[in-house]
């Protein structure tokens, strides 16, 4: 099952994340910086910083919130 499979069913438990700290804020890498795939997953998935600053989204998100926020 790939990631975007694992997602979707709801099998979060062995997922980890890819990316960096750059200058202080996080940048997300693997399938979470593949804004194209990430949109395609059927759920909503966004990204937050430690302080709860959104710092990417989905489109299912973003219909689910029915506006698209500020990042």
């Known amino acids: 099952m790939g990631i975007k499979e694992q997602i979707a069913a709801g099998d979060l438990e062995n997922l980890t994340f890819q990316g960096d700290v750059t200058d202080g804020h996080l940048v997300p890498g693997g399938l979470l ?5 990430v949109d395609d997953i059927e759920v ?7 302080d709860g600053t959104l ?15 500020e990042l």
């Open 55 to 69: 710092i990417s989204c989905n489109k299912t998100a973003i219909a689910a919130w029915g506006r698209t926020p």
């Open 44 to 50: 909503g998935i966004y990204v937050l910083e430690k």
């Open 33 to 37: 910086g593949d804004q194209a795939a």
